[in-house]
C-alpha cells in the first residue's frame, strides 16, 4: 500500500526567506512518481512539480525544487525567496506506474507567509 | 479551454436524500478521478477510473457510486447521503506520459452539506 505523511499542519515563515515543506512517503513498488500541489484560499488545485523515481536530478521549477531522498523516502519542497501569494496549503501526493495506478495524497501542511 | 468541469458548485441535502455529481473533461484524457476533501484530512481519493468502462475503488469508496459514462464523463452518485459526507468534492483527470510526468487537472470543486 502507498502511503504519504506531511508532518508539518502549519508553517510561519518571514518573505523572501526559503522554506521547506516535508514528505515522506511509503511505497513497495519501485516505479513511481511524486507531486506537490498548491491549493490557495480560493480552492484550485494548482499544480507545483513533478519528480519521478528514476529520476537522478532534483526536480526544479522555477523558485520550487524537489529535495528527493529516495533511500530515505523522502521528497521535500523547497520554495526560495518566499511571497506573501505562496500563503496556501501545500499537499504532496504520489502515484505507483505499477499495480493500481492510483493518485495519493497527504494531509497537507498550511503555508504562511509574513510581510 | 473548460478542462474539467463539475456540477453543481453547491448542494444542500437532507439526510437520506440521494444525488448525483457530474463531471466532465474535454482534454481526452484517460484517468479521471473523484476526490473529497475534509479540514485537516487532505485530499483523499473516493474512486478512479484509469480508462474507459474501468472503474476502481479508493481510499474511501463506502456510500459511493461511479459511473464512467464514455472517456468524457465520470459521475458521481451518494445513494443515501449522511452527514459524514459533508465535504468539499473535487473531479481530477490526467494522462499518463511516457515520461510518467502527468499532472491532474481539478475541477473547481462542490461544496456538500448534508443535514
Known amino acids: 500500500a502507498q502511503k504519504i505523511t506531511q508532518t508539518q499542519p502549519g508553517m510561519f515563515v518571514q518573505e523572501k526567506e526559503a522554506v521547506t515543506l516535508d514528505c515522506t512517503y511509503d511505497?513497495?513498488?519501485?516505479?513511481?512518481?511524486l507531486f506537490w500541489y498548491k491549493q490557495p484560499s480560493s480552492g484550485e488545485m494548482i499544480f507545483l512539480i513533478y519528480?519521478?523515481?528514476?529520476?537522478?536530478q532534483n526536480a526544479t521549477e522555477g523558485r520550487y525544487s524537489l529535495n528527493f531522498q529516495k533511500a530515505r523516502k523522502s521528497a521535500n519542497l523547497v520554495i526560495s525567496a518566499s511571497q506573501l501569494g505562496d500563503s496556501a496549503m501545500y499537499f504532496c501526493?504520489?502515484?505507483?506506474?505499477?499495480?493500481?495506478?492510483?493518485?495519493?495524497f497527504g494531509q497537507g501542511t498550511r503555508l504562511t507567509i509574513n510581510p | 479551454n473548460a478542462g474539467v468541469t463539475q456540477t453543481p458548485k453547491f448542494q444542500v441535502l437532507k439526510t437520506g436524500q440521494s444525488m448525483t455529481l457530474q463531471c466532465a473533461q474535454d482534454?481526452?484524457?484517460?484517468?479521471m478521478y473523484w476526490y473529497r476533501q475534509d479540514p485537516g484530512m487532505g485530499l483523499r481519493l473516493i474512486y478512479y477510473?484509469?480508462?474507459?468502462?474501468?472503474?476502481d475503488k479508493g481510499e474511501v469508496p463506502n456510500g459511493y457510486n461511479v459511473s464512467r459514462l464514455n472517456k468524457r464523463e465520470f459521475s458521481l452518485r451518494l445513494e443515501s447521503a449522511a452527514p459524514s459526507q459533508t465535504s468539499v468534492y473535487f473531479c481530477?483527470?490526467?494522462?499518463?506520459?511516457?515520461?510518467?510526468?502527468?499532472?491532474?487537472?481539478f475541477g473547481s470543486g462542490t461544496q456538500l452539506s448534508v443535514l
Open positions: 482534454m481526452n484524457h484517460n484517468s
Open positions: 519528480q519521478g523515481s528514476y529520476d537522478e
Open positions: 511505497t513497495s513498488d519501485q516505479s513511481y512518481g
Open positions: 477510473s484509469a480508462s474507459e468502462g474501468t472503474t
Open positions: 481530477a483527470s490526467s494522462e499518463i506520459p511516457p515520461s510518467g510526468s502527468e499532472k491532474l487537472f
Open positions: 501526493a504520489m502515484r505507483n506506474y505499477q499495480g493500481a495506478q492510483k493518485l495519493v
